[in-house]
């Protein structure tokens, strides 16, 4: 999915409070995306203080129902499934929030490149497109196998797949804005070509950007959870979304929440972010919002 802009980001005014009320009437969905994605990184980073110990096991209480010690029941293995669910957010976020700047800056990079200088352009392009027609978690998998297993080689991994739709957004609007008069401009008045990027491509980039990279960081939450499930992500022992369905899809019947709990939280990070995405897409391209 790629954005395309026509104008130049114009400067943003701080937002007070009629500002805030103002943004919720016309862009809801920034705020809503934006509220849930700010509740579960809160619920994270207070785990300590309310979750428990998501390592502790305990064989004589395994697979409980929900009580009041352990909120939703306890998995095979009687581990308390409400503490590893919370801090299972820490895995599927990070890796999002984390692999979507990444690939936001090598397709920033590689998409500038390819737009604004026309002999690299159909070699990078062939390039990107060869990525695009493999499928994103067999790439996952191999890059995973000839390293191993780790959060920095699953970050890079879940982040190369994503880097050719940025980098097809960010050629596509540097294709439209070096074509313009005020470009074209810049470059007879002999302005150098750093300077053209800097103060006249950059701004027209940023805000699709933006938007794009909410795209990227729900995808690559669902990697990450599709990777754990298969068991090529984290270690089992690290709670992730992903592994905790895999390890409690046989207890299905007897325990639904250690597979619905995680499910739940892994679709409203997903839900959370993809609103964002659209708030902000809405917010930079009103024309857009009519065309969906």
């Not at 060869?130 to 297993?149: D, F, K």
């Not at 804005?177 to 053209?196: Q, S």
């Amino acid at each position: 999915m790629t954005l395309l802009s026509d104008t130049a980001a114009a400067p943003a005014a701080p937002l007070g409070l009629s500002g805030v009320a103002r943004l919720a009437r016309r862009h809801p969905l920034v705020l809503l995306g934006g509220g849930l994605l700010v509740l579960l990184i809160l619920l994270l980073l207070l785990a300590p203080l309310y979750a428990g110990e998501p390592a502790n096991m305990d064989p004589l209480i395994r697979l409980k129902p929900p009580s009041a010690e352990h909120w939703f029941g306890t998995d095979n293995l009687g581990r308390d499934v409400f503490a590893r669910t919370v801090y299972g957010a820490r895995i599927s976020l990070m890796v999002g929030l984390m692999s979507a700047p990444l690939a936001a800056c090598a397709g920033l990079l590689i998409g500038v490149i390819a737009g604004y200088v026309r002999s690299f352009d159909n070699v990078i392009m062939r390039v990107m497109d060869a990525l695009m027609s493999i499928p994103t978690i067999l790439l996952a998998i191999a890059l995973i196998s000839l390293t191993g297993p780790g959060i920095g080689i699953l970050i890079v991994a879940v982040a190369l797949p994503q880097m050719p739709s940025v980098t097809r957004l960010v050629r596509s609007v540097v294709l439209s804005v070096r074509e313009r008069p005020y470009v074209e401009a810049a470059i007879c008045g002999g302005a150098r070509l750093p300077k053209i990027l800097w103060r006249h491509v950059l701004p027209s980039i940023i805000p699709p950007l933006m938007g794009q990279s909410a795209i990227v960081c729900a995808d690559a939450i669902m990697v990450e959870a599709g990777l754990s499930f298969l068991g090529v992500g984290v270690p089992p022992e690290i709670p992730s979304w992903g592994n905790m369905i895999s390890s409690s899809r046989l207890y299905l019947a007897t325990a639904p929440l250690t597979i619905f709990a995680p499910g739940i939280f892994l679709a409203v990070a997903v839900l959370a972010v993809n609103l964002l995405g659209d708030g902000l897409r809405d917010l930079f391209y009103p024309r857009a919002k009519g065309r969906r």
